[in-house]
């Protein structure tokens, strides 16, 4: 019987969560979601959970539960026939929570990934905010320095990437992060990988998934966001 898979992906910031699920939505045909892209749509449409929203981001703090999860469920609900894959959410317990009351996950990818390694990708990647792409100026390139391959925009490099932000972020993360590991952990459903290198750890979800979604029906396989 063909159903729905719903999956999420965790991990700490340059962990490769963004990179990983792209090969995902692309390889399998499910639905990319991003937390951090639905925050900044409602950033700039300023919904009302997006001006909220801001008023954290600029401060450089997570945005509290019950926004984040106002944002996200509603437009989960829309996705009734859509497999999809969720990155960035859940960040705490509480987060996992909500969402486990909302529906049921077949997989959570936990990326465990050396904090050095973190470090020094963090310290080359470049993004394009109004698009969200994501750049590494050793592993993944733009064609022309300093420049979005798409729109011929600027790049930029986010202020919390810098190292001495990084350690803060990342033992900030491992905390909140924990219970949540150990949430989807009881549940059965936690497949953790460790390595240094995306394209490692990539065959290894790629061989988890084929075993897991074979029964997608097409229509269930909805378009990738970028
Ligand atoms: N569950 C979530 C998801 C996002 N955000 C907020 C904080 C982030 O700063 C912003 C953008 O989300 P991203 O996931 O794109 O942001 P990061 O830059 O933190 O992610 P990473 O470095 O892991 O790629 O949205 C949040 O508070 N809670
Ligand atoms: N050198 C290197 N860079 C990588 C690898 N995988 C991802 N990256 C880059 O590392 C940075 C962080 O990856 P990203 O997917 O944005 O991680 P996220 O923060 O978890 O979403 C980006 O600049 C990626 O292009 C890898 O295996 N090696």
Redesign the pocket.
């Known amino acids: 019987m063909s159903k729905l898979f719903r999956a999420v992906?965790m991990?700490?910031?340059?962990?490769?969560?963004?990179?990983?699920?792209?090969r995902i939505a692309h390889s399998f045909g499910l639905k990319h979601l991003s937390s951090?892209d639905f925050v900044r749509e409602n950033i700039s449409a300023k919904t009302e959970a997006g001006v909220l929203a801001k008023t954290f981001i600029k401060k450089g703090l997570l945005v509290p539960d019950h926004v984040m999860t106002r944002l996200l469920l509603p437009r989960l609900e829309e996705m009734t026939k859509c497999s999809w894959l969720l990155?960035?959410f859940p960040r705490t317990l509480a987060q996992a929570e909500a969402l486990n009351s909302a529906c049921d996950l077949d997989v959570a990818i936990n990326?465990n990934i050396p904090l050095e390694?973190?470090k020094?990708?963090?310290r080359?990647?470049?993004?394009h905010p109004p698009s969200g792409r994501?750049?590494?100026?050793?592993?993944?390139p733009p064609r022309v320095q300093g420049i979005d391959d798409i729109t011929g925009e600027p790049l930029i490099q986010q202020e919390d990437d810098r190292p001495e932000a990084l350690v803060a972020r990342l033992r900030h993360y491992k905390d909140i992060a924990k219970p949540v590991i150990d949430f989807y952990k009881a549940k059965g459903i936690l497949y953790t990988y460790s390595?240094?290198?995306?394209?490692?750890?990539w065959p290894n979800i790629s061989t988890l998934l084929s075993t897991k979604i074979p029964t997608i029906q097409s229509d269930a396989r909805c378009a990738s966001t970028h």
């Open positions: 992906i991990g700490p910031p340059g962990s490769g969560k963004g990179t990983i699920s792209e951090g990155d960035g990326l390694t973190l020094e990708r963090l080359h990647r470049w993004i994501v750049y590494n100026m050793c592993f993944n390595d240094t290198e995306t394209d490692q750890i």
